[in-house]
């Protein structure tokens, strides 16, 4: 899952821009932290636009900050990752 996770958060011209000069919503994973010792323990720490949090607004999220929001999509992304995966278990 792990893996699929990177290949979601590849470098893209969007992502390598600075905040500056970035067009349209983004985000970006910043670091990757967990426990050695329980490596199922962890956080991915994140930097978006606001666009990008409009955009997650445009599509039904809500929160009472845009951590909020953000943190609302990258639930519903893993979830999403680890079903696709699960499936792909059940079908190889």
Partial sequence: MFEKLKQIFTKSAVVEE?????????VKVVNVHFDPNNPTKGYFELD???DFVR???EAG?????NEAIVDLWFNDLCRSVALDAEIGKEEG
């Fill in 18 to 26: 600075t905040k500056e000069t970035a067009k349209g919503p983004w």
């Fill in 48 to 50: 978006w636009n606001e």
């Fill in 55 to 57: 955009l997650l607004g």
């Fill in 61 to 65: 999220y809500a929160g009472p900050t």
